[in-house]
């Protein structure tokens, strides 16, 4: 829905070139869906990539964030039941006309869907007073993303063909309710009630009071969609006591009728394998997608505490002596992603691509490796079948290099067994740092306090420095406290140096997959689960 307002409608081109101008900018009331940040449309993350100031709310994934530049003005407008709003509507409104009349491309983030108890049309009808553009981009509602997540179709043409929406919680300013419960109790086969966790007791009461039988099979969804979703079922007569007993408080939804009956059959999210684990993950930012996504997939939910920055070396002095001579060397080893990242952001830095790497044989420490160098359009000569430095070592040696020159561009600071050995082998070696680990700041307190709450099942460690850095992040007083923190913890690692790295340190580790890779690692740990170990 586009509403062109009185500064004319205009494509993102043009409202990019506007913005440098000054001139009028463009407000987009986006709908963030229900919970899950997979569930966002195509649009609504096209537009989180372009804009320059972001309005949103409690309800939107906070992991949609990361699609927004970081140079943006972020603006948290979440309203909470029962807790002071951060900003009353009449600010947000505001706000929004203010921000586009600076020249600013705005998103308005809203969960679910702007325009599906969303107060998105109250929004757009103060942007259209004000004469600013707008653009409003729906979002899957919570209501049929709660029924389909806890296994209930909302129509099933062997129960009902026809459902109802309704808030739970009108305006409270209104003199009268809008809702006619005589008519509505049985006249839709389907109720889907937003905001109704307070106010269960009087809806049930209108419901069964105007003919609705009190066997009626009732559902409630708190949090649909992601890894904190809990439903209970019960009928009409019993879901009050039932939702008091079982905790259940806002944001959730109540699903009514006989379609209900069919979560047992139907359920699929909360009997993925891994539904309910709550596990952190310590990989580096950029490169825990795999692990996170895979971990997700299987219903874990993924607490990310990157507890290393990896950033580029200061001086790249040692690798561009050693480009300008690349047809001297026999091998050239990568011993990490990150090696190869950094090293070819460097040749083509200097106007160099993989032609240039014509000469030596390539060698790589394993699999993972081996698939992001292809995206370079360069292939692996060597893949060792032991991914760690030792195995790469012996492959090498297997090789014969005696004599030859090796090249290995990787940390500025890492394990030297690789080039010892090598060098003991008569091989002519040459370390070119090309990225280092800098230790994370900030989020240490988030940290300890998810550990002390003590519902985390399981930490996972990808390598050495992962651990040594979640440590320091921990600040245990001593390994007495250490041990405490971490009492029921189970410990992922995903090779023997970073398992002997953890027991090291006084830990145990649970789970090492015989292949050392992300999606060994994801087996091992749905299998750990799975077989209730």
């Not at 032609?355 to 030596?360: A, N």
């Amino acid at each position: 829905m586009i509403g062109p307002g009185r500064c004319g409608a205009v494509g993102m081109k043009v409202m990019e070139e506007q913005t440098k101008n000054n001139r009028c900018g463009k407000v987009y009331l986006v709908g963030a869906g229900p919970g899950d940040p997979g569930l966002i449309t195509v649009r609504g993350k096209y537009l989180l990539e372009k804009a320059e100031v972001l309005v949103y709310d409690y309800l939107a994934s906070k992991k949609l964030l990361k699609y927004v530049p970081k140079d943006a003005t972020f603006i948290y407008a979440g309203k909470r039941g029962g807790v002071k709003h951060t900003h009353t509507q009449e600010e947000i409104n505001q706000m929004l006309v203010d921000h586009a009349k600076a020249g600013k491309i705005v998103v308005r983030l809203k969960g679910g869907d702007p325009f599906i108890f969303g107060r998105g049309g109250e929004e757009v009808q103060e942007l259209y007073k004000a004469g600013v553009p707008f653009e409003v981009v729906p979002g899957v509602t919570s209501a049929t993303a709660a029924a389909t997540y806890a296994g209930i179709p909302i129509t099933h043409r062997d129960f009902t063909a026809s459902v109802a929406f309704l808030t739970g919680h009108e305006d409270p300013t209104k003199e009268n309710s809008n809702i006619d419960w005589s008519k509505l109790a049985t006249g839709a086969g389907t109720l889907v009630v937003y905001m109704g966790i307070k106010n269960l007791p009087t809806i049930v009461e209108n419901l069964i009071k105007y003919g609705r039988d009190p066997q009626t099979p009732v559902a409630v969804v708190r949090w649909a969609s992601t890894p904190e979703q809990r439903s209970v079922v019960g009928t009409l007569e019993t879901i009050v006591t039932i939702v008091k007993d079982a905790g259940i408080t806002p944001p959730s939804l109540i699903i009514i009728g006989e379609v209900v009956k069919l979560k047992e059959s139907v359920d699929w999210y909360e009997k993925r394998p891994l539904f309910g684990r709550k596990i952190i993950v310590t990989r580096t930012r950029d490169q825990a997608s795999e692990l996170v996504a895979g971990l997700e997939e299987a219903g874990a939910n993924c607490l990310e505490y990157s507890t290393i920055n990896i950033e580029p070396v200061q001086s790249y002095d040692v690798l561009d002596s050693e480009l300008e001579r690349l047809n001297e060397y026999h091998w050239i080893i990568f011993t990490s992603l990150n090696g190869v990242k950094y090293f070819f952001e460097r040749l083509h830095g200097r106007g160099m691509d993989a032609r240039d790497l014509k000469g030596p044989d390539i060698a790589v420490i394993g699999k993972s490796t081996a698939d992001y160098l292809l995206t370079f359009g360069v292939n692996a000569d060597l893949i060792p079948n032991v991914f760690t430095g030792e195995g790469l070592a012996e492959s090498l040696l297997d090789q014969g290099v005696e004599g030859r020159n090796i090249l290995i561009p990787r940390a500025l600071q890492a394990r030297e067994i690789l080039p010892e050995t090598l060098r003991g082998a008569g091989a002519q070696v040459t370390i070119a740092p090309v990225y280092r680990n800098v230790p994370p700041q900030g989020r240490k307190d988030a940290l300890r306090a998810d550990l002390e709450e003590g519902t985390v099942d399981m930490i996972t460690f990808t390598s050495s420095s992962t651990v040594r850095n979640f440590l320091t992040m921990v600040d245990a007083a001593d390994n007495e406290e250490l041990q405490q923190l971490l009492k029921g913890v189970k410990i992922a690692a995903i090779g023997p140096i970073t398992a002997k790295t953890v027991t090291d340190n006084g830990l145990r580790v649970d789970i090492q997959p015989k292949e050392h890779t992300i999606p060994a690692m994801v087996r091992e740990v749905v299998d750990f689960f799975t077989a209730g170990r």
